[in-house]
């Protein structure tokens, strides 16, 4: 797909494999520019709101427009498509209206929600919550980077004022209904042995932070009798996850980022954060509470303490299932999937007519660089696109 192409050189991460790209750092600045110059060129107009996210828009901006879109950023060693195919569709998708003459009734707008993976500031969907007040400004404005910075703090050296996130009524007003092509992120199309789905359901989720603090100390001078060693609770923590999430109907947990303090080979940490990910039809919060019990528990054995922090949460969403028949009725009867991964449109569901559209993900493969799509089924998807909004906006 041309517009993945073009930016396929940005944000690369040597390190890791894949892609790393952040909000406010230099490769999302980047993919911002490229989306600003990409709009103006199919003459959209472009304006950026007061949480950071980017509209561009095909005639006036709202009450009632049809708007699609995604997000650029990624997590850390993220694939090239989850975010960016949703953004790329929706430009091709304008751009094949424009050809065909297509003459949108309602306003119609892309829009790039910012920090949507939360790998800087750890809470995904973060324009998304912002712009519904599904967060506290003053909440969002102290979270923290894995650097110690705040967002406040990035959001001015981004040249954006802190003081003006929260709540958007005008953004929120202008929002007629919501579309957000994704990447598929399981297998679910390569049963189905078909190209395009429309979304059904999101797992509820929500992130937690364990936080185990015991005595740092010297790895070799001290007794294993006399250690309060943070990082036992801590991988006892990882196993209790596991089994809880088996042990639920569904559901899924997940340690992918554990950070001892300070982190030296020779030294009994003095503290260990464990960044749990949690997902469950229903009771992801009744699995984390399960697990803090133990938690608590194995830190007690190691007379060691545990601080658990809920970071985010999103209950189960299910789409507007009115707007799920129409797409479906105008993409001849795509299947229906539901999805264990995040979206913006999940936060946008609460209030507004929200859909999505997946494409095939031949790996099955996601939040890796092994995620792909095929060409065929970029343009399959980015066609399918086009044929929703030509519906809901003529
Ligand atoms: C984001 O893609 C998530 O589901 O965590
Ligand atoms: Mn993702
Ligand atoms: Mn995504
Ligand atoms: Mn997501």
Request: proline share 6%.
């Amino acid at each position: 797909m041309s517009g993945l192409n073009a930016i396929a050189g940005i944000g690369a991460d040597q390190r890791r494999g894949g892609y790393s790209r952040h909000v406010f750092d230099d490769a999302e600045r980047h993919l911002r520019e490229w989306f600003v110059e990409q709009a103006q060129n199919r003459g959209l107009a472009v304006e950026t709101d007061a949480n950071t996210n980017i509209w561009a828009w095909w005639g006036q901006p709202g009450p009632g427009a049809v708007v699609t879109g995604s997000h650029l950023d990624s997590v850390p060693g993220g694939g090239a498509f989850d975010g960016p195919l949703g953004v790329v569709s929706a430009l091709e998708a304008v751009e094949l209206l424009r050809e065909r003459g297509f003459q949108p009734r309602t306003p119609l707008a892309v829009v790039v929600f910012a920090e949507e993976e939360g790998g800087r500031f750890g809470v995904p969907c973060l324009g998304s919550r912002l712009m519904t007040g599904t967060i506290h400004p003053d909440h969002a404005r102290n979270l923290r980077d894995p650097d110690g910075g705040t967002l406040a703090e990035a959001m001015r050296s981004f040249g954006a004022d802190p003081a003006r996130i929260g709540r958007d009524e005008t953004a929120l007003v202008r929002i007629g209904t919501f579309v957000e092509l994704h990447v598929e992120q399981g297998k679910g199309l390569i049963d189905l042995d078909r190209p395009v789905a429309v979304a059904d359901s999101i797992l509820g989720h929500g992130r937690w932070r364990f936080r185990f603090s015991g005595q740092g100390n010297h790895a070799g001078a001290t007794l294993i009798d006399d250690r309060n060693d943070p990082m036992l609770p801590a991988a006892q923590l990882v196993l209790a996850a596991r089994r809880t999430a088996a042990a639920t109907p569904d559901g899924r947990a997940t340690v992918g980022r554990l950070v001892p303090t300070p982190g030296g080979t020779n030294v009994i940490a003095s503290t260990v954060d464990v960044h749990l990910d949690a997902r469950a039809p229903s009771g992801a919060r009744s699995m984390v509470d399960d697990i803090a019990g133990r938690a608590r528990e194995f830190a007690a054995q190691e007379g060691c303490q545990v601080e658990v922090v809920e970071e985010s949460f999103g209950d189960t969403v299910h789409f507007d299932p009115a707007l799920r028949d129409r797409l479906r009725g105008v993409l001849d009867d795509v299947p229906v999937l539901p999805t264990g991964a995040g979206h913006d449109a999940g936060v946008l569901a609460a209030e507004k007519p929200t859909a999505m559209l997946f494409v095939r993900n031949p790996t099955g493969i996601s939040h890796a660089p092994e995620e792909h799509a095929t060409a065929e089924d970029c343009e399959e998807g980015s066609h399918a696109l086009a044929r929703v909004l030509a519906d809901l906006a003529g």
